[in-house]
Nanobody
């Protein structure tokens, strides 16, 4: 089993940057594709980014492409989300997630088995 703990959220102004971290416990982390999702009040959870087990082949939602970067360090059991040029519409709770037994990326919430508790990101205009 893998447990995930996100950190790095906060309140920033439009145009600022934040880096989210997701620390994982459990040996399965290095063999699992990982992703970031977000959920704004009154909206469904949506895909943000995903990365495969080696740290390659990242994929992004169109809304964050060119502004956000996902990466991972398997020696530290940590996945990151660098968020630049933040916009008010990026305001949401951000969740880290992992795929049990799958090394490839996915856009789908249902494909992820492990979830963190979430970290709040608020972007003011």
């Amino acid at each position: 089993q893998v447990q995930l703990v996100e950190s790095g959220g906060g309140l920033v102004q439009a145009g600022d940057s934040l880096r989210l971290s997701c620390a994982a416990s459990g040996r399965a982390f290095s063999g699992s594709a990982m992703g970031w999702f977000r959920q704004a009040p009154g909206k469904e959870r949506e895909f943000v980014a995903s990365i495969n087990w080696t740290g390659g082949s990242p994929i992004y939602a169109d809304s964050v492409k060119g502004r956000f970067t996902i990466s991972r360090d398997n020696t530290k059991n940590t996945v990151y989300l660098q968020m630049n040029s933040l916009k008010p519409e990026d305001t949401a709770v951000y969740y880290c997630a992992g795929r049990r037994g799958y090394r490839s990326t996915s856009y789908e919430v249902a494909d992820y088995d492990y979830w963190g508790q979430g970290t709040q990101v608020t972007v003011s205009s």
